[in-house]
């Protein structure tokens, strides 16, 4: 700071002996210069601790009784089971067997006699020779026979069976209570402040004005 100040005041001086022309115009104008000053400071940091107290005190703690009553019952158990029952039915059944099957049929007969020349001679009915005379052709038939014929049909059918089972049920019947003192520790965190001082340098900054000569060239 003292650097600063020495710095402007030779400026200042060096300004009021500088000759003066015609040309050029001079004014003073203030500007502000800024430096930082350290501030000692003392504070107060406090944090919140909690410390577990504890305590004895005699509570009276109860507790019920109880007993268990049984007694003999029947529950009636069921499964099913499949038993095979078979029925006789009948079905159609197709027999096969062969029979032999004949026909009449008719063809006609006739005289023949050569007919053309040379090379060309065939043989060619006579006209009023011709007869229908009848033939009979055999052949085997396969043949199939309907008949009904029984058989068993047999299926499994559910059946429930049941039987009474004896079961031992039980129940549990409270008695009276039984009481006793009992010493128990009840613990709670309490708050507690803890405070310390901090000792601290801060950085402040600080302004001052000071006067500044400017020039302009007249031309």
Not at 170 to 189: A, H, R, S, W
């Amino acid at each position: 700071m003292l650097f600063l100040l020495l710095t402007t005041a030779a400026l200042c001086s060096l300004a009021a002996g500088a000759p003066q022309y015609g040309s050029v115009q001079c004014r003073t104008e203030y500007t502000t210069l800024w430096d930082t000053e350290y501030k000692e400071t003392e504070t107060q940091v406090c944090t919140t601790e909690y410390e577990k107290v504890c305590k004895t005190e005699t509570e009276r703690l109860c507790h019920p009784t109880s007993r268990q009553e049984c007694s003999t019952v029947y529950e009636k158990q069921c499964k099913t089971v499949y038993k095979n029952v078979c029925v006789e039915q009948y079905k159609t059944e197709y027999e096969p067997y062969t029979e032999t099957e004949c026909s009449t049929e008719y063809k006609e007969d006739c005289e023949y006699q050569w007919e053309g020349y040379g090379n060309n001679k065939v043989w060619a009915p006579i006209a009023g020779t011709c007869m229908k005379n009848p033939y009979e052709t055999c052949k085997d038939v396969v043949k199939t026979k309907e008949k009904q014929v029984a058989h068993q049909v047999c299926n499994d059918v559910p059946e429930q069976k049941c039987v009474n089972v004896p079961k031992k049920k039980c129940v549990v019947v409270l008695g009276p209570e039984i009481c006793t003192n009992q010493p128990i520790q009840k613990c709670k965190e309490v708050p507690r402040k803890n405070c310390k001082a901090v000792h601290k340098k801060v950085p402040v900054r600080i302004s001052r004005k000071v006067p500044k000569k400017v020039c302009q060239d007249g031309h």
